[in-house]
């Protein structure tokens, strides 16, 4: 361990240093700056662009308007933006320490109005967090709006919430307060109140052009024969008949978001100054909102299609060129073969960070089956990926479970896809005998048996089951599970982010029933309004609040405190010899850490061996811990330490 206050100090000074020197360049020869970034970019922007788009008569045409628009929303761009961007080309590295943890939320849910948010800052910084995700916070349609996800106004913040304005406050005392901000970008579609959505259905062809617009049905039925749906239930088939205008619309997800046609460059340039636009209010890290979907063609099953890799690189180095301190964020809630492509590579990179969605299924799955070997599997797959790749991890978000397990590999242990999918939905929505979960299902597929599931973590694991039951010991094994389900998630290699309300086991919002806007879409169980007065209860020994909040808290200060927690410590897993637990090593040169986690509600042990020396356990602060035939109990977890330094 090193004293990571001066470290940090030590570190802040030189970022100070260079960027106080390089202000005065940046100051001086500010045209070059852009201009250098632009021309370590133009040749390769250039080609891709048309090269995508060498169908349309004059692409040059389009991609000269994109570039004097990039120089415009440089010019425009503040100047304490521009100062860290310069700091943050200087340390690519910035978000890859072990000082980086995250929350995830709804303002309306969380502080009300974007200026009520300010006073929450200290609440984020007692809760150890320095990077927030702002769940989508532009205009969009109160009835059909998907949770935000439906954008009406790019350039506008939806009235209740604010201003832009207050956006630009809100991110320049965050970046004060050492705080990054990560917004999303819709950009697959718009709103169907969007103004180009509204010009396109009153019969503008220009507009038209920037959606899928089909006379009759004959295309889309082709579409369809290879096309899943993402809504099944609740908005099945990818096309939207329109009535007024006797036309189709393609729609992916919810009838009223069309989806956007970026073979049309229009569409590309357009979405690119949105981008670039919000990046200016000072957002930190971009949310490409499900970024496989937004190119199409027929005869595939229109996702990850390689022209989304074009687009997404173009992205990247626009961004690069116009604000390097910006990271984008893929969606990619896929398969992991289908998902790691996204990062591009070494020379070509794509995002700076995307989900470990496949982790998190699997840790449910974990908690399910009480049986490790297709996580230890999972975990073996990632130690293997460079360490470049930098994931986010968490254990649930406002979206739905999704069931996206290696079933090739569950397969060969005898479990098969569609019994196993409803045994874990029955397992987690309290159905299974003796199940301590009250989670509920989300698009239920019945053709497919492929429901995915929705509940806060607290409500998963069991606290809100035993709470009711007023059952004393259930309520401390359903709290041991979250405790280590969060042990589990801050020792995994990359950033953890939380949903706000899970540090404090806040339950599923069973109200979202009685909201018209709400009930059809169950995701709104687990996106329920901060609850303040029971956040009160942190502080009291004992309450539930309180052993949660303080068990996540005593972790990520740990994690904070110990460099092996970085991304860039080597990863391994070790064989436990037992079904319920699993071994996970982070080595760095100086450290070495084992976290031993205990998916059984029953005491199990884990037979490993490590002869290398004596550990700390860092949660008990025992010394002298011999890393060898340990003994867990039910949902126990253990952190071993030791410094390689004779
Ligand atoms: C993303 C969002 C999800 C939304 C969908 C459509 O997957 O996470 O909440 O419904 O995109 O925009």
């Known amino acids: 361990m090193k004293s990571k206050k001066n470290k940090k100090n030590a570190v802040n000074k030189d970022v100070k240093k260079d960027v106080k020197k390089d202000v005065k360049v940046a100051v001086v020869k500010k045209e070059d700056m852009f201009e250098a970034r632009l021309h370590k970019h133009y040749d390769e922007l250039k080609w891709l662009y048309c090269e995508l788009y060498q169908q349309q008569p004059n692409p040059l045409n389009y991609f000269d308007d994109l570039i004097k628009n990039l120089k415009d929303f440089y010019d425009q761009r503040e100047a304490y933006l521009k100062e860290l961007d310069i700091a943050r080309e200087k ?126 049905y004959d295309m889309p039925r082709l579409f369809e024969e290879k096309c899943p749906q993402v809504f099944p239930t609740t908005a099945p088939g990818n096309f939207t008949y329109l009535e007024d205008i006797h036309k189709f619309v393609m729609t992916t997800f919810y009838p009223y978001q069309w989806d956007l046609d970026y073979r049309n460059p229009i569409v590309f340039n357009e979405m690119v100054y949105n981008m670039l636009y919000l990046a200016n209010q000072g957002v930190d890290i971009i949310r490409l909102d499900a970024v496989p979907y937004i190119w199409k063609q027929l005869g595939t099953n229109c996702r990850n299609l390689p022209q989304v890799h074009t687009l997404v690189r173009m992205m990247r180095m626009i961004t690069e060129i116009v604000c390097p301190s910006v990271l984008l964020l893929g969606e990619v809630v896929m398969a992991p073969e289908k998902v790691v492509p996204y990062f591009g590579t070494i020379e070509k990179p794509e995002c700076h960070m995307l989900y470990n969605v496949t982790t998190m299924a699997t840790t449910w799955h974990t908690v399910a089956t009480r049986d490790v070997s297709l996580l230890k599997h999972q975990l073996d797959i990632l130690a293997s990926l460079p360490k470049q790749y930098i994931f986010q991890n968490y254990l649930r978000c406002h979206d739905d479970i999704g069931w996206g397990l290696d079933y090739g590999f569950l397969r060969y242990q005898g479990i098969e896809e569609v019994a196993h999918k409803k045994y874990l939905n029955d397992f987690f929505t309290g159905k299974y005998p003796n199940s301590f979960s009250c989670g509920e299902l989300y698009n239920d597929d019945e053709s497919l048996g492929d429901a995915r599931l929705c509940g806060t973590t607290a409500s998963l694991c069991g606290i809100e089951y035993y709470d009711k039951q007023k059952d004393k010991d259930g309520i401390q094994s359903a709290i041991d599970l979250d405790l280590m389900l969060h042990g589990f998630l801050l020792s995994l290699s990359g950033i953890p982010v939380i949903y706000s309300g899970d540090e404090i086991a806040q339950y599923n919002d069973w109200e979202y029933k009685n909201d018209k806007y709400k009930q059809a879409d169950s995701r709104y169980i687990h996106r329920g309004a901060f609850n303040w007065r029971k956040a009160g209860r942190r502080k009291i020994d004992n309450a539930i609040q309180a052993k949660v909040y303080q068990g ?26 037992n079904k319920s637990t699993v071994a996970l090593v982070r080595e760095t040169e100086n450290e070495k850490f084992i976290g031993i986690y205990n998916f059984s509600e029953y005491e199990e042990m884990a037979w490993i061996d490590e002869q290398d020396g004596l550990y700390k356990e860092l949660l008990t602060k025992q010394k002298d811990f011999k890393a060898s035939g340990l003994k867990l109990p039910g949902h126990g977890i253990l952190w071993l330490w030791r410094s390689k330094k004779a």
């Open 552 to 577: 996540i808290s005593k972790m990520e200060k740990i994690r904070l405190q110990y460099d092996v927690f970085s991304t860039d410590a080597n990863i391994y897993t070790l064989n436990t010899w």
């Open 91 to 216: 340390n690519t590295n910035w978000y890859k320490g072990n000082d980086f943890i995250g929350m995830m939320m709804y303002v309306n849910n969380f502080s009300g109005t974007l200026k009520g948010f300010e006073k929450r800052i200290p609440y984020l910084q007692e809760s150890n967090v320095n990077y927030i995700h702002l769940m989508p916070l532009l205009t969009s349609p109160k009835d059909e709006g998907d949770g935000g996800y439906a954008v009406a106004d790019f350039r506008n913040v939806q009235e209740e919430l604010g201003t832009m304005e207050d956006l630009r406050k809100l991110a320049k005392k965050c970046h004060r307060n050492k705080i990054s901000i990560c917004l999303d970008f819709v950009m697959n579609h718009t709103s169907n109140q969007h103004e180009w959505a509204k010009k396109a259905r009153a019969g503008e062809q220009e507009y038209q052009d920037r959606y899928f617009f089909f006379d009759n």
